[in-house]
């Protein structure tokens, strides 16, 4: 499987990650036109910093304030596939939930709200989803220490949204050398958005392609560079797959219409759902919708969940990777009183060995019916069955 690894050791901005993503052979073209049409034509030329050779991307644009609404109007009109623009409105509705925290209810971004934010983002965005990766990992991120000016004044380092926007994301940070800013909000914001499972995780793997975004300043002795790399890792030491989860919580629909919703969403191809019961806002009792889907019907699964619920907002956790055990479906044999079925039972294997055994509760329920036996009798039956047959046999059928 192939990952990318990003290593942000001296910081991260927007133009920094897209640099490094072009680098790594993200299609260049579609990035400038994705930025171009947000903003402007985009400069991408090679420097060096420090020795290493690298991209700068210049988005050439003027500063703006703007309210969260427009910024997310511009992401929509971007020449940019669907999926990096869906990418990149999550990424600012980051940065709106974390100035929110710093500052309270407002109305315009400033520096995150600037032109060159925005294309930064939708350019970063274009990039990494034209590598077509299967996941990110991200090593610990250098956020910089002393205070910067800003729109409100003097403020500390790490800026507050960059704290609010790194929380509970998993990243781990240091402060790093130098007395200026060396992680932005845009920067930290993209890379909590993209960032899905952990460098560890990935176990041994081998470089495919190397890049290097360079930011704007050149400080002497210090490499001002962000580096990605996409990795190939052993499928095999790793057995995972790539899952979207959508969420949305709701507290006016009825029990019969989310049942009806789960059962259409399942009809639909999603890999799971469920319906969580939750406390919301004001004390008022809900649920927690959540379905479990492949990156490819994400954004259908996600329309039909407004449509079935009313909702106005699904979210959505791109590319997550889960544990996925090795599974077979054997056919058992179970008599009861006196008559003969073949049944099936699914036999979950990890480390060659049967860990999990279930009967399908289908199959059985319709032989109960038969019979006139409760349904708990058949399950019984057929998982004693099924015990039986794996634990003579010893190992999955493919091994035999």
Not at 84 to 110: M, Y
Not at 184 to 192: D, E, K, Q, V
Not at 268 to 291: E, F, N, Q, T, Y
């Amino acid at each position: 499987m192939r990952f990318l690894v990003l290593d942000p050791f001296h910081g991260a901005a927007g133009d920094m990650i897209i640099g490094a993503l072009l680098g790594c052979g993200a299609d260049q073209k579609q990035v400038a036109r994705a930025m171009g049409s947000v903003v402007g034509e985009p400069v991408i030329s090679t420097v060096t910093r420090c020795g290493i050779t690298a991209i700068k991307v210049d988005t050439n644009a003027t500063p703006a304030r703007r309210t969260l609404a427009e910024v997310l109007a511009r992401c929509d009109e971007a020449d940019a596939p669907v999926e990096a623009k869906e990418l990149a409105r999550r990424v600012f509705a980051r940065i709106g939930e974390a100035e929110e925290k710093v500052h309270g209810s407002r109305t315009h971004f400033h520096e995150v709200g600037a032109d060159d934010a925005v294309a930064d983002v939708v350019g970063a965005c274009t990039a990494i989803c034209s590598l077509h990766v299967s996941g990110v990992a991200v090593l610990p991120l250098a956020l910089g220490r002393g205070t910067a000016k800003g729109a409100h004044g003097e403020f500390p380092l790490p800026a507050p949204a960059t704290v609010y926007i790194l929380e509970g994301t998993g990243i781990a940070t240091r402060l790093g050398d130098e007395e200026t800013e060396l992680c932005t909000p845009t920067g930290a914001a993209l890379l909590a958005e993209f960032v899905s499972v952990q460098e560890p995780a990935l176990g041994p793997y081998t470089i495919v392609a190397v890049g290097y975004g360079a930011g704007t300043r050149d400080p002497p002795g210090t490499p001002n560079v962000l580096r990605a790399m996409v990795v190939e890792s052993d499928a095999a030491a790793m057995p995972q797959d790539c899952v979207d989860i959508l969420e949305t919580n709701v507290d006016d629909v009825s029990g019969e219409v989310i049942a009806n919703a789960i059962e259409r969403l399942m009809d639909a191809g999603a890999r799971d759902a469920s319906a969580i019961p939750s406390i919301m806002k004001k004390g008022r009792a809900g649920h927690l919708i959540r379905v479990i889907c492949t990156g490819e019907k994400s954004a259908g699964l996600a329309e039909m969940m407004a449509r079935e619920l009313g909702t106005l907002g699904v979210r959505c956790t791109p590319a997550v990777h889960r544990f996925v055990a090795e599974r077979t479906e054997e056919q058992v044999e179970v008599t009861i009183n006196g008559q003969r079925r073949m049944l099936p039972v699914k036999c979950g294997w990890m480390g060659g060995r049967i860990y999990t055994l279930k009967a399908e509760f289908g199959p059985a329920r319709a032989f109960a019916a038969d019979l006139g036996v409760p349904v708990r009798d058949v399950l019984q039956a057929v998982a004693g069955a099924g015990w039986e047959l794996v634990l003579q046999r010893g190992r999955p059928p493919h091994e035999k």
